[in-house]
């Protein structure tokens, strides 16, 4: 446990892609509540995509919708904190 908190909690390039990640959902679902035209919500759905076919019927779009673009961001910084990890280790050794 100690040795992958430090590694997780100090991934630059993992947080710019993840917080990337977040503002282009953020944008995509604002532009869908100002153009009411049929498919504009489409990007936000498909940002959310595979997480949000895997929500049953009974929960709202308005919460899965969300919760799986905040999935999606974890599981973006977590690989790329991994990718990150590995990498350094890789240079590291002569």
Do not use: E, Q
């Amino acid at each position: 446990m100690l040795l992958f908190r430090p590694m997780f909690l100090r991934s630059k390039v993992a947080a710019v892609v993840a917080g990337l990640y977040l503002l282009t959902f953020i944008s995509a679902t604002v532009y869908a509540y100002f153009d009411k035209s049929t498919f504009s919500g489409l990007p936000a759905v498909m940002l959310t995509w595979p997480w949000v076919d895997y929500f049953p019927l009974k929960i709202p779009t308005i919460v899965a919708v969300p919760i799986s673009a905040l999935l999606n961001a974890a599981l973006i910084y977590f690989v790329l904190a991994i990718l990150s990890s590995l990498l350094r280790r890789v240079v590291r050794r002569p």
